[in-house]
T-cell receptor, first 113, second 111 residues
């Protein structure tokens, strides 16, 4: 069973489109995250949700809107996609915010053309 | 901050030798450090962690060393195997849920 699953794995879309990436975890964790990994492999946190509440929102353009319908799901919606949004987006979860042991999904490679 | 340079730092090691991957962190308030391994096409995977009140922690074939004086973290892999080939990230935590990843080091194991 996949602990943290993201869909789709690959996403190719044109500039200006709106797209969503879905994430689900079956670990019973309380906290979920979205990370962006650029072409240089640099990982940067975007958002963190704890029990459906937004905890961290790191200087991300408001074109990015996370939504957490329940603590097992954290989706990422992106409006008006730009070329610079091309990256690999990782979802992760942890048991609570004060302990480590993040479990990452396998990533969604977004390519904006 | 952002990674610098055009290329990911790469460490090439002969199979069977020991590997040492280094990481410099900048935040003296960080209280928890972690090493992650990322294989091609996969998400980062937890390897080992260490709290700031420790200077050494050992796992299976891996050892993490922490030098708070110079803000330096290292990951030692004993008897490196081809399956160890991956990008390795150090990460630091300050306070509640504030996590910063390092730039990553690519480990290439030569058979």
């Amino acid at each position: 069973d996949t602990a943290v699953s993201q869909t789709p794995k690959y996403l190719v879309t044109q500039m200006g489109n709106d797209k969503s990436i879905k994430c689900e975890q079956n670990l019973g964790h309380d906290t979920m995250y979205w990370y962006k990994q650029d072409s240089k492999k640099f990982l940067k946190i975007m958002f963190s949700y704890n029990n459906k509440e937004l905890i961290i929102n790191e200087t991300v353009p408001n074109r990015f809107s996370p939504k957490s319908p329940d603590k097992a799901h954290l989706n990422l919606h992106i409006n008006s996609l730009e070329l610079g949004d091309s990256a690999v987006y990782f979802c992760a979860s942890s048991q609570d915010g004060t302990t480590w042991g993040y479990t990452f999904g396998s990533g969604t490679r977004l390519t904006v053309v | 901050g952002e990674s610098v340079g055009l290329h990911l730092p790469t460490l090439s090691v002969q199979e069977g030798d020991n590997s040492i991957i280094n990481c410099a962190y900048s935040n003296s308030a960080s209280d928890y450090f972690i090493w992650y391994k990322q294989e091609s096409g996969k998400g980062p995977q937890f390897i080992i962690d260490i709290r700031s009140n420790m200077d050494k922690r050992q796992g299976q074939r891996v050892t993490v060393l922490l030098n708070k004086t110079v803000k330096h973290l290292s990951l030692q892999i004993a008897a490196t195997q081809p399956g160890d080939s991956a990008v390795y990230f150090c990460a630091e935590r300050e306070g509640y849920q504030k996590v910063t990843f390092g730039t990553g080091t690519k480990l290439q194991v030569i058979p």
